[in-house]
């Protein structure tokens, strides 16, 4: 397990761990450990998402640091090919307001039959060693997150495939990139997401079509940002993160965007100032897309976050505008 990315501050009090591996887990066995990681996570006041699948199990999590330790106690626990890739960071405030492990086809969708990250990937760029690939004209950069994840944050120069969602990423590779790489200006391909679990399906498949210099960054950019000191880094921006942080830092601490919570879509501070903006209502990206029904449900929903919020001071993420 990587834990290189722990660090805590005194008033940080809830760990947030997100986490995965590529080893193939019997059907049989889903079900019930869905239940004891749900009986689990109650008992110890953690929230998240926990996906499982026959090729393996994501997740982020969220809670006092004894229950997130005990989540991974119980996964640590099975009888698993490969060890979780797992970063840590801590937050003032709750990053989840609920807990759900479920079973799904995939653990990060790309809708490919037969792409097994757990057999072949590309080459692993360790984050020390990344920049020297950000750098080098020779090598192409992909950003493999999606649209509005790039929007708050990227590489330098890095390529941004305009996805919406990870199944797009196939076609964009058939359309793009392939044509991209017959120029003759790149030798070699070097992708990125924000864990590493996207690169480890997208390198695989890119190995499936015939690629042969691919590479990829170990530990996504939460590793990076964990090890590149700051005035080192080739990252502009912030990292989007899946979680009501919406966003963190070069040091890890929860970023200055929030999320629309109509259209669900990340905002900066810029953002909320722009005057289409009302909380949790509406924001420039989705002003034209709501009718004036779907607004008044979202103030009425808006109504009982603010009472949450006054009963539970401090535990939850809430946009601040």
Not at 33 to 43: D, G, M, N, W, Y
Not at 246 to 267: K, T, W
Request: charged letters at 25%.
């Amino acid at each position: 397990m990587n834990k290189s990315v722990e660090q805590k501050s005194v008033s940080q009090i809830f760990k947030v761990a997100a986490f995965y591996t590529f080893s193939p887990i019997k059907a049989e066995l889903i079900p019930s450990l869905i239940s004891e990681l749900t009986t689990l996570a109650e008992e110890r006041e953690v929230r998240g998402m926990i996906l499982l699948a026959l090729e393996g199990i994501n997740g982020t999590v969220c809670g006092p640091i004894e229950g997130v330790n005990a989540i991974f106690l119980k996964l640590e626990s099975l009888e698993l090919d490969n060890p979780f890739e797992v970063k840590f960071s801590f937050t003032s405030k709750h990053a989840f307001r609920r807990f759900k492990a479920r079973r799904k086809k995939e653990i990060v969708t790309m809708g490919v039959p037969d792409v097994k990250p757990n057999e072949i990937v590309g080459n692993y760029v360790e984050a020390k060693d990344w920049n020297t690939y950000v750098d080098d004209p020779s090598t192409l950069v992909v950003d493999t997150r999606n649209e509005y994840e790039v929007s708050v944050g990227s590489f330098e120069g890095a390529i941004n495939p305009h996805t919406k969602t990870f199944r797009e990423f196939p076609d964009w590779v058939q359309n793009k990139l392939i044509p991209l790489m017959k120029g003759g200006k790149y030798k070699r391909i070097a992708m990125f997401c924000t864990g590493g679990i996207r690169c480890e399906k997208s390198t695989s498949f890119l190995k499936r079509e015939g690629f042969n210099e691919v590479y990829h960054l170990h530990g996504g950019i939460l590793q990076y940002l964990a090890e590149v000191p700051k005035n080192e880094s080739r990252w502009e921006g912030e990292c989007f993160v899946f979680d009501h942080r919406v966003s963190v830092d070069h040091n890890l601490l929860p970023g200055v965007h929030r999320l629309c919570f109509a259209c669900g879509m990340p905002l900066s501070p810029e953002d909320i100032r722009n005057q289409s903006y009302i909380s949790g209502i509406q924001c420039h990206h989705c002003i034209d897309v709501f009718s004036d029904d779907d607004r008044d449900r979202f103030m009425e929903r808006q109504k009982h976050i603010r009472e949450l919020e006054e009963r539970l001071p401090g535990n939850t993420l809430w946009p601040s505008a």
